[in-house]
């Protein structure tokens, strides 16, 4: 019996290195040189940081994509064990993801299979043998255990892995799918119809997998650009990004951060692709872990601002792409477009202009890059606060922010997205919720670049009492003093580069502010 049944296990796993052979990167199976990013910034986790707050929803940090002796994890995990790992390593939530291929069967399919305890791997649960058979239930149970409001979420999600179109993680759904029996590695709008469709019961599999539909869950695309069954295969990367107006609004996110890998930047511009395809995603950072070191400190973590530590409070940030992806586990950060957080989507009257405003808090070195439509960097900002004007154009249009680490130029954090379109009826005064300790807001100035002769006009709402205009070497051009500055005449400036230093009336702040003359 032990024979037939390691004859039956080791042939598992050659129709998986088989599938592997024809992946364009060895995501699992083989080791992978990875590009160096370090370093991870050591974390005092939430013991301090998770307190932070936005409007009264606090920023939540946790990691993301783990996987257990479920699918292709070590030998005798379970969920519980990564719940309980991220939890003691003081992080706010775990989010689950262990492959859907594996659920109906109990087997676990990991390197350490091949040794000689292999039958370790045929059932993965002696504590539970009937857990064991109906994984997804079981799952489900043991992130509800796991659970305690304002303490710790774990949450239940499978991998839908197709290694020809891609993966994609699917959260907080009822029911799962597996690309290896739905037809996904043949025709990827199977996967959409599924993810689109409300949960349908199906008496007798819900024990199993659910029953069908996934229109209850939230997905989000894995690791871009890794999967492929040959070159030139027009289905990479889920058919090139192919906009699904119908999966749109569930599918919140795209991994900015794998297990080191970053994607969007160093030539990885794949947060880019996505939306300009049109996909509405937000920034999620994931482990991918498959040993047991779970909730590392090596590795890139997701933060939700959220009004509640509990399921539903995850499932609504995530919703509203309400999220941010770090490296530097002490980074909290803020995106707004007026009032509208990270992760809004605005409409506007088109040729009227909205103000977008930014907050880095960490204690490293680092600039902050404000990333646009077609990965155009409109502006970098060398301050904690900073804003900038934007014009709102008939299209649509993405701002997001990019936190560099100053010494290496690799990315620390990305921030979701805020997507601002033309053809409303709101016109924006620019005025903005992010405020510096004298309570002055921004300094912001348009336009920006100004021509000689034109006026440049002061938008921001605070009172600026002296307004200084020097070279890049320091000499000073200009000067303005007056009870509340409103305006600047710069006809007397030359083409140039300059900098324009304003100071409030309030704590004679200073603020400053690189200025264009054409």
């Given amino acids: 019996m032990k024979s037939i049944l390691t004859l039956f296990f080791l042939s598992a796993c050659s129709f998986l290195a088989i599938s592997q052979e024809h992946t364009s990167h060895c995501e699992h199976q083989c080791v992978v040189e990875k590009e160096a990013v370090g370093p991870f910034y050591s974390p005092s986790k939430r013991a301090t940081n998770s307190r932070f707050s936005t409007n009264g929803r606090q920023h939540f940090i946790g990691s993301t994509h783990q996987h257990s002796g479920y699918s292709d994890g070590y030998p005798g995990t379970t969920p519980a064990d990564y719940f309980d790992r991220g939890r003691e390593n003081g992080f706010d939530f775990v989010l689950g993801a262990d492959h859907s291929d594996f659920y109906s069967i109990p087997l676990t399919l990991h390197d350490a299979c091949l040794s000689a305890d292999v039958l370790d791997c045929i059932s993965i649960d002696l504590s539970n043998p009937v857990g064991s058979l109906f994984k997804w239930a079981n799952f489900k149970s043991i992130a509800a255990n796991r659970t305690e409001e304002g303490e710790f979420v774990g949450v239940r999600g499978f991998e839908w892995t197709s290694d020809r179109f891609g993966h994609i993680n699917v959260y907080f759904s009822d029911n799962i799918t597996n690309a290896k029996t739905d037809g996904g590695y043949v025709y990827m709008p199977i996967f959409w119809t599924w993810f689109t469709t409300e949960p ?61 890998r970053d994607y969007g930047a160093d030539g990885r511009t794949y947060y880019q692709e996505v939306l300009d395809a049109g996909w509405h995603v937000g920034a999620m950072a994931s482990e991918d872990h498959h040993g047991t070191d779970w909730s590392n400190d090596q590795t890139e973590k997701s933060v939700m601002v959220a009004e509640n530590l509990n399921t539903e409070g995850l499932k609504e940030a995530m919703y509203k792409r309400s999220m941010y992806a770090v490296r530097d586990f002490d980074l909290r950060m803020e995106f707004f477009a007026g009032k509208a957080f990270m992760g809004s989507r605005l409409k506007r009257k088109t040729a009227t202009y909205v103000q977008l405003m930014g907050n880095v808090k960490t204690q490293h070195g680092f600039y902050t890059e404000l990333v646009s439509s077609g990965n155009v960097v409109l502006e970098t900002f060398y301050e904690a606060n900073f804003a900038k004007v934007v014009e709102v154009t008939e299209n649509e249009k993405w701002y997001y922010l990019r936190v560099v680490d100053a010494s290496t130029g690799k990315s620390m954090a ?16 620019p ?35 002296q307004i200084q205009i020097s070279t890049i070497d320091g000499r000073l051009v200009y000067e303005q003093q007056d009870e509340n500055i409103t305006e600047i005449n710069a006809s007397g400036l030359s083409a140039g580069v300059y900098m324009l230093y304003a100071t409030s009336a309030l704590g004679n702040k200073q603020h400053s502010q690189k200025l264009m003359v054409e």
């Fill in 414 to 429: 990305y921030s979701s997205p805020i997507w601002i379109e033309g053809g409303g009826d709101i016109d924006d005064n």
């Fill in 200 to 260: 349908i019961e199906i008496p007798g599999l819900d024990m199993l997998f659910g029953s069908y539909g996934g229109g209850d869950g939230l997905g989000v695309f894995n690791h871009p650009g890794d999967k492929s069954l040959f070159d030139e295969d027009p289905g990479f990367n889920w058919n090139q990004f192919e906009y699904v107006p119908e999966a749109d609004s569930q599918m919140v996110g795209i991994e900015v951060f794998n297990d080191g």
């Fill in 431 to 465: 005025t903005t919720s992010i405020q510096d300790s004298d309570h002055t807001q921004p300094l912001l100035i348009a336009p920006n670049p100004v021509r000689n002769g034109e006026r440049i006009t002061i938008l921001s709402s605070s009172r600026w009492t």
